[in-house]
């Protein structure tokens, strides 16, 4: 194990780089014997205890100025049950690398979201999601955790073992313990056929459930300041494989959707006049096109430009409308948005705080290009998101406190009360936690 006192440059800073700590000593354990002991000596210190994995999340759910946990030697897979079709993986592990593990052992998640830079524990602590009409988030693919709790004393949870901290710390929020091991429910790789196409906005309100009843996995994003959209339909496929050509892949993916796009994000962000122009011609900029691969090479796309995000979880049932609102304000209110809004859906699962905790979701994200001015758009968006009884997701911006989640979650207060029994003390608590969830 590794631990270092912060000096004079010991800041740390999320990836959206709206986010930065100061925290008095980083430790980097090898075992969980080391990350339990390191739990302990903050508790002698006095000190609070946050991990951090990829700095994705653009809350400041990892900040804090106590002990940093940086989980990158916990990391690669524990055991593979074929016969139970499950993976036990260390909560340090990246998702691109575990998906590439599960490639070569033949076995795939059921679902993904659309980066896969995140470590697992981070992932799914936040509630990372990607859309599926009947597969739910990352975190709704598990079957067993590990954690060390304050105290330092290392806990199992499954539906069968000790049921109740399951239920809850599948999206922990780091307030329950710190996360070392992750079971997840896998299967035989499998093909999508991904059909990628443009297509007018008032045909995708007009059509969605459709859109949604008819594929495994729809989602579209908008191009404000425009009538159009970019639409992706990912289904099952019984082959054959039939991938990207390379360099239409690369064409696409890396010079138009990130390069072409970082430029046209500079122009817009040096003159916000010309954003209207250039949501014109990005929108128009890819072509449709389909492709058939194994899924998290289908589910994940690269994500190179930055940006600051704030996403909300409203009712299915509600998406077009709330939609056509978020639509209404951004055509009156003179915000220039470079960035197009994403829209994925998610099935209810039984997760406490799951943003789709209970009930069928849909989830609207709206973005801003890094530097640019965000708060007057992401606070319209905010207050048409929260009429709709809208659940932020924990790891993207939002205004929203304990009082207001105490409304949205039926479960809330069951989760308040293990982390009273977990963590009584609060040697995980950082200033987020205390707004979210109450002191």
Known sequence: MSSTANGKNGTWRNWGGNVSARPAREVTPASVDELAAAVRRAAEDGLKVKAVGAGHSFTSIAATDGVLIRPQLLTGIRSIDRENMT???????????????????????????????????????TGTHGTGRDSGSIAAQIKGLELVTADGSVLTCSEKENPEVFAAARIGLGALGLVTAITFAVEPVFLLTAREEPMPLDRVLADYEELWAENEHFEFYWFPHTDSTNTKRNNRSAGPEKPVPQLKSWIEDELLS?????????????????????????????????????????????????????????????????????KAMVDRSG??????????TAPADDITL????????????VHMFRGTPYQRYFTSAERIFTAHEGRPHWGKIHTRDAEYFSRVYPRFDEFT?????????????????RRVLGA
């Not at 006049?273 to 998290?296: C, G, N, V």
């Not at 994500?303 to 609102?325: G, H, I, K, N, S």
């Open 354 to 365: 799951s943003t789709a905790s209970g009930r069928d979701s849909a989830y609207i994200a």
């Open 417 to 433: 009360a293990l982390r009273d029994r977990l963590d009584p003390d609060r040697r995980f608590q950082n200033d987020y936690l």
């Open 258 to 326: 990130n390069g072409a796009f970082q430029v046209a994000n500079w122009v817009g962000r040096a003159a916000p006049a010309t954003i209207p122009a250039i949501a014109q011609i990005s929108s128009k900029a890819l072509s449709a096109r389909t492709y058939t691969d194994i899924p998290y090479k289908v589910f994940t796309s690269p994500r190179r430009v930055r940006f600051v995000e704030m996403e909300y979880a409203v009712p299915r049932a509600a998406v077009v409308e709330t939609l056509r609102e978020l």
């Open 87 to 125: 993976v036990t993986v260390e909560a340090g592990t990246p998702l691109k690398r575990l998906n590439v593990a599960l490639a070569r052992e033949g076995l795939s998640l059921t679902n993904m979201g659309d980066i896969m830079e995140q470590t697992v524990s981070g992932a799914t602590s």
């Open 335 to 344: 915000l220039r948005v470079s960035f197009p809004v994403e829209v994925r």
